[in-house]
Each structure stands twice: as C-alpha cells, then as structure tokens.
C-alpha cells in the first residue's frame, strides 16, 4: 500500500482543515487508517484511527470533539476534519494503514507497516 497525504496548509486558530491520505493497493480496504502528527522537537503522536469498514474510531483526548476521521473505501482514501483549530495543533500530518487484530492497538504508532509522507498543518494565533 502506498499512502499519499495533503490537504495541509496555513490556518488562524478557530479555523478548519480537511486532511486526505490517497491509497493505491488492492488490499486497501482490509486496513484500519490512523492519523499522527509531529511537532518539531516532539515525538509523533496518535491523533485518530478508523476501522476497515469505518465503523470504529479512536481519538486522541487533544482531537476528540474537534476531530473527524472518516474513509471512503470505493475511492479510495482516508479524511481527517479537523475544526476549531489551536496553534497546538501545528505539527506534520502523517497518515498510515495496516492489518488490525485490535482497534486498540492502532492508537500505538509501532502498529502501522505503511506510511504517507506527512502533509504541514501550521495554526496561528
């Protein structure tokens, strides 16, 4: 699977950004998706996950209520609505997929085979 995230950009704070990750690779669909970000000088961090089907996700406590992770697996590819944006959210957008045994594990960066090659995400105050 090949992962192709955008959709990054320059915001003020209150604002929204829609994130896409475009996949290629038949096995697609079979894969729970997940969203990490990293912000300069920090460890990349969970922000959402979504099961294969899209009928289970997971959020970080920073993203939840404000986050909206969502896939469209006849397309195929993988959103995150972000709303209500803080300078805090300023970070590398990464996306990733891979098998998964349990949805639980897939808040855990070290569960993700495959990743895209991250998209800007800059909020100003």
């Known amino acids: 699977v090949q992962l192709q995230a955008c959709g990054g950009g320059l915001v003020q704070a209150g604002g929204s950004l829609r994130l896409s990750c475009a996949a290629s690779?038949?096995?697609?669909?079979?894969?729970?998706m997940g969203w990490f970000r990293q912000a300069p000088g920090k460890d990349r961090e969970f922000v959402a996950a979504?099961?294969?089907?899209?009928?289970?996700?997971y959020y970080s406590d920073s993203a939840k209520g404000r986050f909206t992770i969502s896939r469209d697996n006849a397309k195929p590819t993988a959103y995150l609505q972000m709303d209500s944006l803080k300078p805090e959210d300023t970070a590398v957008y990464y996306c990733?997929?891979?098998?998964?045994?349990?949805?639980?594990?897939?808040?855990?960066?070290?569960?993700?085979?495959?990743w895209g090659q991250g998209t800007q995400v800059t909020v100003s105050s």
């Open positions: 690779g038949r096995t697609y669909s079979d894969y729970a």
């Open positions: 979504i099961s294969w089907r899209g009928g289970r996700t």
């Open positions: 990733a997929a891979d098998y998964a045994n349990s949805m639980h594990k897939m808040t855990f960066r070290s569960a993700y085979k495959y």
